[in-house]
């Protein structure tokens, strides 16, 4: 029997041994020179992924998973004295919504429904009509339904406009395209254990120096929160590679050599490339056992794909059938939950994974569907 599991959920992934073994690399002080150096070189590599960020990029680390991310870069960089205009298409979307919401800052709502793109037009007359909105928050790789937002033809917009983009990028660093200042992007946030291949627990958030050095300057007073404002946390990275609070240093081993494997295969480019072949894989066997994807390639992200269930399959019995076979898939969100399922091609997923997956799909699809609606637990 195959001992691996494979996690086709979107993050955390499947490890190779070698990230899960520099878990285990050793005890130490996250107040000593060692780990000071360590977050630093993190930070470069991190804004070095893109050579579009490169140089005007800074990262810093933060102890959370990517929600806490993005409401680090939201209560960091969203204005008091202005408005955001967020852009919801899925669960995530409207998620920085509520964390404004939160933090008591000004903001509105643009929401198209789940399934639809972003809508440019729509955006193009708010922002001309609303001169107090000076941000635009939103969502590269929705993985509510695995659509990849048009950030470029977005982020000309923000340009143009002078208007700043804010970017919840948790499911799309490392293997989407990103721009820096040519989408006016303002901040980005990501996390360690989507399209980086890390441990969960590790997040980041990039700016410009430009951004960082007034927040810096602010220093821990001038905030609503104590752990999520990043100004210290970028005037302690930068200032000598220590950080505010603790960081888990292991994690930290564990992104290191996770970062390694990423340049050695290649960086961001071949990264979606490979997503992308395990993907049409997926689509090719579902599609010839008649079962569509929810978005048309085009409007997919690398990283995830949503599928329709079929008819009188529940997402239970499927779920359970390819668990009995070490895969997990995912479950689709609130009313989404009974039409769809997701599939995401992060981590380490072997050729020979992916073979007894498409071997195993068409025999659960066709002996399931009978069965179905008498159990959730057949197999
Ligand atoms: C995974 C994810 C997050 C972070 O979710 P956590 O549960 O905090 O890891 C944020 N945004 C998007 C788009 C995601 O896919």
């Not at 979107?10 to 020179?33: F, K, Q």
């Not at 590599?45 to 680090?72: C, I, M, W």
């Not at 979307?93 to 429904?113: I, K, S, T, V, Y």
């Not at 995912?330 to 007894?356: K, N, S, T, V, W």
Request: proline share 5%; hydrophobic share 45%; charged share 20%.
């Amino acid at each position: 029997m195959n001992k691996r599991t494979i996690l086709l959920n979107p993050g955390p992934v499947t490890l190779t041994d070698r990230v899960r073994a520099a878990l285990a690399a050793g005890d130490w002080c996250h107040r000593e020179p060692e780990f000071a150096a360590l977050t630093a070189s993190l930070n470069g590599r991190l804004a070095g992924v893109y050579p579009a960020l490169a140089r005007d990029y800074r990262s810093v680390l933060l102890a959370g998973s990517g929600t806490a991310a993005v409401e680090a870069m939201l209560v960091s960089f969203a204005p008091v004295d202005h408005r955001t205009l967020v852009l919801a298409n899925g669960v995530y979307g409207e998620r920085m919504g509520r964390m404004l919401a939160a933090h008591r800052r000004p903001f509105e709502l643009l929401n198209n429904g789940w399934t639809a793109p972003l809508d440019l037009p729509a955006v193009e007359a708010r922002l001309a009509g609303n001169p107090d909105i000076s941000h635009v928050a939103v969502v590269q790789h929705e993985t509510t339904t695995g659509r990849l937002n048009d950030l470029a033809a977005l982020g000309r917009l923000c340009k143009a406009r002078q208007v700043t983009l804010l970017l919840d990028a948790v499911s799309s660093f490392g293997a989407e395209e990103l721009a820096g200042e040519d989408w006016n992007v303002g901040a980005l946030a990501g996390a360690a254990n989507k399209c980086l291949h890390g441990v969960p627990g590790l997040a980041f958030v990039l700016a410009p120096v430009r951004a960082w050095e007034p927040l810096s300057a602010a220093g821990s007073d001038a905030t609503d929160s104590v752990y999520l404002h990043l100004g210290r946390y970028y005037q302690d990275q930068h200032g000598g590679g220590y950080s505010p609070f603790t960081l888990p240093v292991q994690l930290a081993f564990a992104l290191d050599a996770a970062l390694d494997e990423f340049a050695e295969a290649g960086g961001w480019k071949a990264r979606g490339r490979a997503y992308r072949e395990r993907a049409s894989r997926v689509r090719k066997t579902l599609a010839a056992a008649g079962v569509p994807a929810l978005l048309p390639p085009a409007e997919c992200s690398a990283a995830l794909c949503a599928y329709r269930l079929p008819d009188g399959l529940t997402y239970a019995a499927l779920h359970d059938a390819l668990k009995a076979e070490g895969f997990i898939i995912y479950a689709g969100q609130g009313a989404l939950a009974r039409e769809i399922f997701r599939i995401a091609h992060m981590g380490d997923i072997r050729p020979a994974d992916l073979d007894r997956l498409c071997a195993l799909l068409p025999g659960i699809l066709a002996g399931q569907q009978g069965s179905a609606g008498q159990s959730g637990r057949t197999r």
